[in-house]
């Protein structure tokens, strides 16, 4: 069926990008990654779950809590109430998505929009400050708020990678926009370990929820100011269609339209979207949840999962780097290909974890570290190989979907499997099919003929 698409003519050819474009472009994963890192993996799971298990009348600090909240009438575990919430938050970014990268793709002014996106989120994190007592509802409001903000900023950043630089250039760049938003993220996690360390006080679980909810504060600050060297550095590239003029908005919902009745052109494309969405959903599923597995589960304290949580921050620099270098050999493809075998192998580990033991969950968090940053920022370059020209930004909305700290199926049959087995350790295997279905998918894509049935050249080596 691919052979006989017609490809498309790319009507905005790219221009040359700067370094300092480029920098620009990098500076906003540096910005966004205290999100992803300080909120999502650390502090916002342990925090929000223990303010639900004070609404559904838990003690402070309490090992265990079989209680329940009620929110718009549902009877939902206190355990359950975050995974929940990430799946619900999720469910709305797929519509939400695909309409900012619509309108993205008809804008002259892409920088507003992500201007728009980040400081919405920001300032939906930094609104964390008033989620005190049992305010779970305003802290699962804020939190969604923020969550789809986050991915609406992300689908806007990531539309602007085919401009800066050809097929064989685009894993250096996407792995390098990856590695820095990790030293990003491990920098500001470093600074609240520090504060952690100082400031907390042994068996004072107030203290504790305070220093978290100052955490999260601290991530949207971050967020924020650092969003204005991307908006400083970048450079516009409209499309032909932005720079005929027109509503934007309007102009992007039809585009939409037209795009969801045409993408059956491409289904090469979509078998490798569901492929992406598949096993990434269990990358971002581990993400968010081990913090919460960690606590709950494994029983260990804040401080040793923060330790934990920037030991991969700092080997996922590395790890980038170094996939990326792997890729330039044998393929993008190939290389994450074998990163999924490694994601195998974490979670079989992390579900013979023994409780109360930090080094075991330190070793398996510098795995995590070396295969996370690879597998995705070359997941994400190898999508740009195949996106029809001038549609970047509504395709890569359909490919934020799960990406960068949002997934849906994964946190559903978490929190569902705990909700019937009251066990976190059930609930991380179940996450095993997210992978190996992941994998199948992935493996069964014709990469070559994908790439030239988008109407793009393939890179010398996939």
């Not at 400081?119 to 409001?141: E, N, Q, S």
């Not at 470093?190 to 004072?204: H, I, P, Q, R």
């Not at 932005?242 to 585009?255: E, M």
């Amino acid at each position: 069926m691919a052979e006989t698409v017609t490809p498309a003519v790319d009507d905005t050819p790219t221009p040359a990008s700067t370094r300092r474009e480029r920098s620009g472009w990098y500076f906003y994963d540096w910005a966004m990654s205290a999100f992803s890192t300080t909120v999502i993996t650390v502090f916002l799971g342990p925090f929000l779950t223990t303010v639900t298990e004070l609404a559904a009348g838990c003690e402070l600090g309490a090992d265990t809590c079989s209680g329940y909240v009620y929110p718009l009438g549902v009877k939902v575990a206190a355990g359950s109430y975050f995974p929940y919430l990430v799946s619900l938050s999720v469910f709305l970014t797929v519509f939400a998505l695909p309409v900012v990268g619509a309108i993205a793709d008809r804008s002259a002014h892409k920088k507003r929009l992500l201007a728009a996106a980040a400081f919405i989120g920001a300032g939906a994190t930094v609104g964390m400050l008033f989620v005190t007592g049992d305010r779970y509802l305003l802290g699962g409001a804020l939190f969604m708020i923020a969550n789809i903000a986050f991915g609406a900023g992300v689908v806007v950043y990531n539309s602007f990678l085919p401009r800066l630089g050809g097929p064989d250039d685009r894993d250096g760049i996407s792995s390098r926009g990856w590695a820095l938003g990790y030293l990003g993220g491990g920098l500001l996690l470093a600074l609240n370990l520090v504060a952690v360390s100082m400031l907390g006080e042994k068996d004072n679980h107030q203290r504790t929820l305070d220093l978290a909810r100052w955490s999260i504060v601290s991530a949207g600050v971050w967020w924020a100011v650092f969003t204005l060297v991307p908006l400083r550095w970048l450079r516009e590239h409209p499309t032909a269609a932005a720079l005929a003029g027109g509503n934007p908005v309007t102009d992007g919902f039809r585009q939409l339209g037209r795009t969801l009745r045409e993408i059956k052109a491409y289904p090469l494309t979509l078998f490798f979207l569901l492929a992406f969405l598949v096993y990434n959903d269990g990358i971002q599923t581990v993400i968010a949840l081990a913090s919460q597995y960690g606590t709950k589960e494994l029983k260990l304290e804040q401080g040793t999962l923060i330790v934990t949580i920037l030991l991969v921050q700092f080997l996922a620099f590395g790890g980038a780097l170094l996939l990326g270098a792997l890729a330039k050999r044998i393929g993008a493809w190939k290389t994450v290909l074998i990163s999924l075998v490694l994601w195998t192998g974490v979670i079989l580990g992390a579900f013979r974890l023994p409780a109360e033991a930090p080094v075991p969950f330190m070793v398996l968090g510098a795995a995590i570290g070396l295969v996370l940053g690879g597998s995705q920022a070359l997941s994400r370059s190898l999508f740009s190989q195949l996106i029809p020209a001038g549609k970047e930004g509504e395709y890569y909305g359909f490919y934020e979907i799960s990406d960068k700290g949002t997934s849906w199926l994964g946190p559903l049959a978490f929190g569902i499997v705990f909700q019937l087995t009251n066990s976190y350790r059930v609930g991380l295997v179940s996450l095993l099919i997210f992978f190996v279905v992941g994998f199948l998918l992935l493996l069964a894509v014709p990469i070559r003929r994908a790439i030239v049935a988008a109407g793009n050249t393939p890179p010398r080596v996939l």
